[in-house]
């Protein structure tokens, strides 16, 4: 039986009302009906199974966009960060992020959120103590003392915050509320680390607040410790940890946040699954399942399945870089023992869209041509897909991960029919296909109408790169220097943080070249020139662009004169931010490109 189907009899068998041996209580008696079946569900996964989750939409945009997957649990944050505290961006910011969950369970996922609470007393606080990211202390002692301004404040915080958790109430969406998280680390306000009891006293009353008087009965608790209690090296200190612990009657599911960090004796997650992380928490809050809510990436997924520990989830808080290398990425969400979201089941919902992905061609991928073939994995949780179309986005190539809905719908909304495949496998040919750079998607309805959109993947069509895969050098970041031609739009070069710098690659003999694509993170290059040189020293001007502004990065596509040339070398002269150096996914070299409607010429 696969995964997808063992999920699916789960949850088919816990909607009609078959619970799994030893369900999790909840603390709350009146969860809803759609809560207390993701619940049921994730207590049917503990020890069998793990689920993948991350942090952000863009970082689920970017799993899905390297995997062609979602992740089955998607973290984002209730508070508006942007100061006034409840000013007008403020409020647009919470908003924005109430929407997002609202999307992720409609979509068939499952929502986690945490809340970066600012300083109650300071309209341009931020939740963090020291300087120069903190704004300094506040009294718990006095938070949880009603009659005191720090207790007006922090009930104002929690009944304003209410209402946006209310909206998702009204929506049917179960939120996996993760409050005051990293509650022992000693860098957020909320942390009291002479009485740490004072803290648990505020976890007991946000619950009362909000479950007796507010009756947020799709919130499921729960609690985060941090990768170090207090002060000092030792990372146990478990006596200390369980003073903070509100008591096993207001926490749903328990877990750590862990980063991998060698003073503190946690490993490198390609080593580690973090056992040692997952007894201090059994001792904090015995007897509650356990996950894994923050970390730098997912711990090695095949220890896992050997031995464990069995989190319930790991939630890696960003994307890409060495952290979280898009290698990683594709080993972990494409795991047979993590769960992503189109192997959930449905949990309640009335129906949700068909899970899609494109499987053929590959993102990034060059494809001879002039045949393509064109092939997608569809399903439906609770009905039938009879057909998957194949669409041609009107664009160049961008970094599609880093665009919100609004963005991509629109792009979507004007693409056009190159095929259409009918069962499994859906499989189609995309036959006389003009050389050029194309981004594909593919489209699926469920029986009752309900459609999905799947991963776009970006291919270049008879052409060839004469610059993949070959030696590359660069003025900083050598290190990274080879990504810039490894062919993998989600690895980069990325230099130091100053101006100029440069990128070159040796096409291994004369060729000629009549043209290039830089695809940019947004780290990108506002001033840069192309150059071409026979010999790495001497270089000639082809391509100048003074005023890039592009803030997502996305591509150039450069056509210039052909000449022959063994090396090209972009030089940038000036960065196009304030926060980065140069980074590059790709440098990419071509005898020519073709005129077309879409591959955009550079600035």
Same mark, same amino acid.
């Given at each position: 039986?696969?995964?997808?189907?063992?999920?699916?009899?789960?949850?088919?068998?816990?909607?009609?009302?078959?619970?799994?041996?030893?369900?999790?209580?909840?603390?709350?008696?009146?969860?809803?009906?759609?809560?207390?079946?993701?619940?049921?569900?994730?207590?049917?996964? *503990?020890?069998?199974?793990?689920?993948?989750?991350?942090?952000?939409?863009?970082?689920?945009?970017?799993?899905?966009?390297?995997?062609?997957? *979602?992740?089955?649990?998607?973290?984002?944050?209730?508070?508006?960060?942007?100061?006034?505290?409840?000013?007008?961006?403020?409020?647009?910011?919470?908003?924005?992020?109430?929407?997002?969950?609202?999307?992720?369970?409609?979509?068939?996922?499952?929502?986690?959120?945490?809340?970066?609470?600012?300083?109650?007393?300071?309209?341009?606080? !931020?939740?963090?103590?020291?300087?120069?990211?903190?704004?300094?202390?506040?009294? @718990?002692?006095?938070?949880?003392?009603?009659?005191?301004?720090?207790?007006?404040?922090?009930?104002?915080?929690?009944?304003?915050?209410?209402?946006?958790?209310?909206?998702?109430?009204?929506?049917?969406?179960?939120?996996?509320?993760?409050?005051?998280?990293?509650?022992?680390?000693?860098?957020?306000?909320?942390?009291?680390?002479?009485?740490?009891?004072?803290?648990?006293?505020?976890?007991?009353?946000?619950?009362? +607040?909000?479950?007796?008087?507010?009756?947020?009965?799709?919130?499921?608790?729960?609690?985060?410790?941090?990768?170090?209690? /207090?002060?000092?090296?030792? @990372?146990?200190?478990?006596?200390?940890?369980?003073?903070?612990?509100?008591?096993?009657?207001?926490?749903? =599911?328990?877990? =750590?946040? $862990?980063?991998?960090?060698? +003073?503190?004796?946690?490993?490198? *997650?390609?080593?580690?699954?973090? #056992?040692?992380?997952?007894? $201090?928490?059994?001792?904090?809050?015995?007897?509650?399942?356990?996950? /894994?809510?923050?970390?730098?990436?997912?711990?090695?997924?095949?220890?896992?399945?050997?031995?464990?520990?069995?989190?319930?989830?790991?939630?890696?808080?960003?994307?890409?870089?060495?952290?979280?290398?898009?290698?990683?990425? #594709?080993?972990? +969400?494409?795991?047979?023992?993590?769960?992503?979201?189109?192997? /959930?089941?449905?949990?309640?919902?009335?129906?949700?869209?068909?899970?899609? !992905?494109?499987?053929?061609?590959?993102?990034?991928?060059?494809?001879?041509?002039?045949?393509? !073939?064109?092939?997608?994995?569809?399903?439906?949780?609770?009905?039938? @897909?009879?057909?998957?179309?194949?669409?041609?986005?009107?664009?160049?190539?961008?970094?599609?991960?880093?665009?919100?809905?609004?963005?991509?719908?629109?792009? @979507?909304?004007?693409?056009?029919?190159?095929?259409?495949?009918?069962?499994?496998?859906?499989?189609?040919?995309?036959?006389?296909?003009?050389?050029?750079?194309?981004?594909? $998607?593919?489209?699926?309805?469920?029986?009752?109408?309900?459609?999905?959109?799947?991963? =776009?993947?970006?291919?270049?069509?008879?052409?060839?790169?004469?610059? /993949?895969?070959?030696?590359?050098?660069?003025?900083?970041?050598?290190?990274?220097?080879?990504?810039?031609?490894?062919?993998?739009?989600?690895?980069?070069?990325?230099?130091?943080?100053?101006?100029?710098?440069?990128?070159?690659?040796?096409?291994?003999?004369?060729?000629?070249?009549?043209?290039?694509?830089?695809?940019?993170?947004?780290?990108?290059?506002?001033?840069?020139?192309?150059?071409?040189?026979?010999?790495?020293?001497?270089?000639?001007?082809?391509?100048?662009?003074?005023?890039?502004?592009?803030?997502?990065?996305?591509?150039?596509?450069?056509?210039?004169?052909?000449?022959?040339?063994?090396?090209?070398?972009?030089?940038?002269?000036?960065?196009?931010?304030?926060?980065?150096?140069?980074?590059?996914?790709?440098?990419?070299?071509?005898?020519?490109?073709?005129?077309?409607?879409?591959?955009?010429?550079?600035?």
């Amino acid at each position: 039986m696969s995964r997808r189907l063992q999920c699916a009899c789960l949850g088919a068998a816990m909607l009609a009302g078959v619970l799994p041996a030893e369900a999790i209580e909840p603390v709350n008696g009146d969860l809803i009906p759609e809560a207390r079946a993701v619940l049921d569900y994730l207590q049917g996964v *503990y020890g069998k199974q793990t689920l993948a989750g991350v942090s952000g939409t863009a970082n689920a945009e970017a799993v899905r966009t390297i995997t062609g997957r *979602y992740p089955a649990v998607l973290a984002v944050d209730v508070s508006g960060w942007n100061s006034p505290t409840w000013g007008r961006s403020y409020r647009g910011v919470a908003q924005g992020y109430v929407d997002q969950a609202k999307a992720w369970w409609a979509a068939g996922g499952i929502v986690t959120m945490q809340f970066h609470w600012k300083n109650p007393l300071k309209p341009d606080g !931020r939740a963090w103590v020291r300087p120069p990211k903190g704004t300094g202390p506040f009294d @718990v002692g006095k938070a949880v003392t009603p009659g005191t301004a720090e207790h007006e404040a922090v009930m104002r915080d929690l009944r304003l915050t209410a209402e946006y958790l209310r909206q998702l109430l009204d929506a049917r969406v179960p939120v996996l509320w993760r409050p005051l998280h990293e509650i022992d680390g000693g860098w957020f306000w909320w942390t009291d680390g002479e009485k740490p009891e004072n803290t648990a006293a505020l976890w007991r009353m946000m619950f009362d +607040y909000y479950v007796k008087d507010r009756k947020l009965h799709n919130l499921i608790w729960v609690y985060s410790a941090a990768l170090k209690c /207090l002060q000092g090296k030792d @990372v146990e200190k478990i006596e200390t940890r369980k003073r903070f612990y509100p008591g096993a009657r207001y926490v749903d =599911i328990s877990g =750590i946040d $862990i980063y991998a960090n060698s +003073y503190y004796g946690w490993g490198d *997650y390609r080593k580690d699954t973090y #056992r040692r992380a997952f007894r $201090i928490m059994e001792q904090v809050s015995p007897g509650k399942v356990l996950a /894994l809510c923050e970390s730098g990436a997912i711990p090695n997924p095949d220890m896992l399945a050997a031995a464990g520990p069995p989190w319930l989830y790991c939630l890696p808080w960003f994307v890409g870089g060495k952290a979280n290398s898009a290698d990683w990425v #594709r080993t972990c +969400y494409t795991h047979r023992h993590l769960i992503t979201r189109d192997e /959930l089941p449905a949990l309640g919902r009335r129906n949700t869209p068909p899970c899609v !992905r494109m499987t053929s061609p590959a993102d990034g991928a060059g494809v001879k041509g002039p045949a393509v !073939r064109l092939q997608a994995e569809a399903h439906d949780r609770d009905g039938k @897909v009879p057909k998957v179309e194949f669409r041609l986005l009107p664009s160049s190539w961008k970094n599609w991960f880093l665009r919100d809905r609004q963005d991509r719908a629109e792009v @979507v909304g004007k693409s056009i029919l190159i095929g259409t495949a009918a069962g499994t496998p859906f499989s189609c040919s995309w036959r006389s296909v003009p050389a050029g750079f194309y981004n594909l $998607i593919a489209v699926a309805a469920d029986d009752k109408g309900a459609a999905a959109e799947s991963n =776009i993947v970006r291919v270049a069509v008879g052409m060839e790169n004469l610059a /993949l895969g070959r030696a590359v050098r660069a003025s900083s970041g050598e290190e990274t220097a080879s990504l810039a031609t490894d062919g993998d739009f989600f690895t980069a070069w990325s230099s130091k943080k100053s101006d100029p710098q440069w990128v070159q690659v040796d096409l291994g003999s004369p060729r000629v070249v009549g043209g290039v694509v830089l695809l940019w993170s947004k780290a990108y290059a506002r001033s840069y020139s192309v150059q071409l040189s026979t010999d790495a020293n001497q270089w000639a001007d082809v391509h100048s662009c003074q005023s890039k502004r592009d803030r997502l990065g996305d591509s150039d596509a450069i056509r210039f004169a052909p000449a022959t040339a063994r090396y090209v070398r972009l030089h940038a002269t000036q960065r196009g931010t304030t926060w980065g150096g140069c980074s590059l996914y790709e440098l990419q070299a071509y005898e020519s490109i073709p005129e077309g409607k879409w591959p955009s010429s550079a600035p």
